[in-house]
């Protein structure tokens, strides 16, 4: 069974930094689409980035050129970095992949930015 496990959230101060990641098991993680997701209170989960099987990265319009998406095949992981946080971007963040299975939402990662 596909155990997505999210790991690297805390609470940062606005223009700080975090490095989240994302370790798969019990899928075969090279051949998917991987995706970062947030869910902030009161709010739908939505797509922060994505990063194909050959590592094409897309960003939403909110993260682009502060948040990098990256991958490693052999550790079966992918990574989101965090730069010039802002308390917009407090949330929830999941890792899955793109388009997502709803069976394999893990318990995700808390990212809290505030003073």
């Known amino acids: 069974q596909v155990q997505l496990v999210e790991s690297g959230g805390g609470l940062v101060q606005p223009g700080g930094s975090l490095r989240l990641s994302c370790a798969a098991s019990g899928m075969l993680f090279s051949i998917y689409t991987m995706g970062w997701y947030r869910q902030a209170p009161g709010k739908q989960r939505e797509l922060v980035a994505s990063i194909t099987r050959g590592g094409t990265t897309n960003y939403a319009d909110s993260v682009k050129g502060r948040f990098t998406i990256s991958r490693d095949n052999a550790k079966n992981t992918v990574y989101l970095q965090m730069n010039s946080l802002k308390p917009e971007d407090t949330a929830v963040y999941y890792c899955?992949?793109?388009?997502?299975?709803?069976?394999?939402w893990g318990q995700g990662t808390q990212v809290t930015v505030s003073s």
């Open positions: 899955n992949a793109h388009p997502y299975d709803s069976r394999w």
